[in-house]
């Protein structure tokens, strides 16, 4: 089993358990932003990014920021992205939405390798969560 299959099922499932206590609501989804894997952390814990692909010895070198580290991450929201995608139109019951957050913050927007700044986390509001979250609620 691809770990895309087996994220996948794990949202399924997960919406087979929501089916099963609220099947008149509506789920949303999201996926992510593309994060810089840069080894800043939170609260002084373990990098999630920028370790494992140190010990993978997967390059720096050639661009700033990280170049293919940051292709790599990409990579990996994008086909998470079409993981969600694939759930969202296949579920019928709960009603599933996809809010579309990946590339809504720039660089300077992260505080560490997973978390916006908190002015950052304003700016998914405006541009993600106020309106097409309230419109696939039916809030507008």
Same mark, same amino acid.
């Given at each position: 089993?691809?770990?895309?299959?087996?994220?996948?099922?794990?949202?399924?499932?997960?919406?087979?358990?929501?089916?099963?206590?609220?099947?008149?609501?509506?789920?949303?989804?999201?996926?992510?932003?593309?994060?810089?894997?840069?080894?800043?952390?939170?609260?002084?814990?373990?990098?999630?990014? &920028?370790?494992?692909?140190?010990?993978?010895?997967?390059?720096?070198?050639?661009?700033?920021?990280?170049?293919?580290?940051?292709?790599?991450?990409?990579?990996?929201?994008?086909?998470?992205?079409?993981?969600?995608?694939?759930?969202?139109?296949?579920?019928?019951?709960?009603?599933?939405?996809?809010?579309?957050?990946?590339?809504?913050?720039?660089?300077?927007?992260?505080?560490?390798?997973?978390?916006? &700044?908190?002015?950052?986390?304003? &700016?998914?509001?405006?541009?993600?969560?106020?309106?097409?979250?309230?419109?696939?609620?039916?809030?507008?």
């Amino acid at each position: 089993m691809s770990s895309r299959s087996g994220t996948e099922q794990a949202y399924r499932d997960l919406l087979d358990v929501v089916r099963n206590v609220r099947p008149d609501v509506t789920v949303l989804l999201h996926n992510y932003d593309y994060a810089i894997p840069n080894g800043k952390t939170l609260l002084g814990l373990r990098s999630w990014l &920028k370790l494992p692909m140190d010990n993978d010895r997967v390059p720096i070198a050639g661009a700033p920021l990280g170049g293919m580290r940051r292709e790599i991450v990409r990579d990996l929201i994008d086909n998470f992205t079409l993981c969600l995608d694939d759930v969202r139109s296949t579920v019928v019951q709960p009603k599933v939405e996809l809010v579309w957050s990946a590339g809504t913050l720039a660089d300077a927007d992260w505080a560490n390798e997973l978390h916006p &700044k908190p002015g950052a986390f304003q &700016k998914l509001i405006d541009q993600c969560w106020s309106g097409p979250a309230r419109q696939a609620l039916g809030l507008i």
